[in-house]
């Protein structure tokens, strides 16, 4: 019943940052642990970042350990990855997703609901 939208994907040279937006509706974003995923072309679904109910707990892929922030803010129902310091392998379709747990070895398949996925295209 949750619906998720990502929003803020777009083409940015490498170096630059760019910010994600996930928005709820249908439920309360405070209920969930969150999370953000990406797929380039050819490969599978990867895990990015998780967030906890309240924010108080994060954890990231090495990947992006150091360049992207998960965020979130429960009274607007919404979550944020803030990207910086873009890489080319960074391009992919970003998805957000929620879980009703929290953890950052989570299988895909324990989260129950998923956004329709925002392309982010980094340029060398």
């Given at each position: 019943q949750v619906?998720?939208?990502e929003s803020g994907g777009g083409l940015v040279q490498a170096g630059g940052s760019l910010r994600l937006?996930?928005?709820?509706?249908?439920?309360?974003?405070?209920?969930?642990?969150?999370?953000?995923?990406?797929?380039?072309?050819?490969?599978e679904r990867e895990f990015?970042?998780?967030?906890?109910?309240?924010g108080s707990s994060?954890?990231?892929?090495d990947s992006v350990k150091g360049?992207?922030?998960?965020?979130?803010?429960?009274?607007?129902?919404t979550m944020y990855l803030q990207m910086n310091s873009l890489k080319p392998e960074?391009?992919?379709?970003?998805?957000?997703?929620?879980?009703?747990?929290?953890?950052p070895t989570l299988s895909l398949a324990e989260y129950d609901y998923w956004g329709q996925g925002t392309q982010i295209t980094v340029s060398s």
């Amino acid at each position: 019943q949750v619906q998720l939208v990502e929003s803020g994907g777009g083409l940015v040279q490498a170096g630059g940052s760019l910010r994600l937006f996930c928005v709820a509706s249908g439920g309360t974003l405070g209920n969930y642990a969150m999370g953000w995923f990406r797929q380039a072309p050819g490969k599978e679904r990867e895990f990015v970042a998780t967030i906890s109910w309240s924010g108080s707990s994060t954890a990231y892929a090495d990947s992006v350990k150091g360049r992207f922030t998960i965020s979130r803010d429960n009274a607007k129902n919404t979550m944020y990855l803030q990207m910086n310091s873009l890489k080319p392998e960074d391009t992919a379709i970003y998805y957000c997703a929620a879980s009703r747990r929290y953890g950052p070895t989570l299988s895909l398949a324990e989260y129950d609901y998923w956004g329709q996925g925002t392309q982010i295209t980094v340029s060398s």
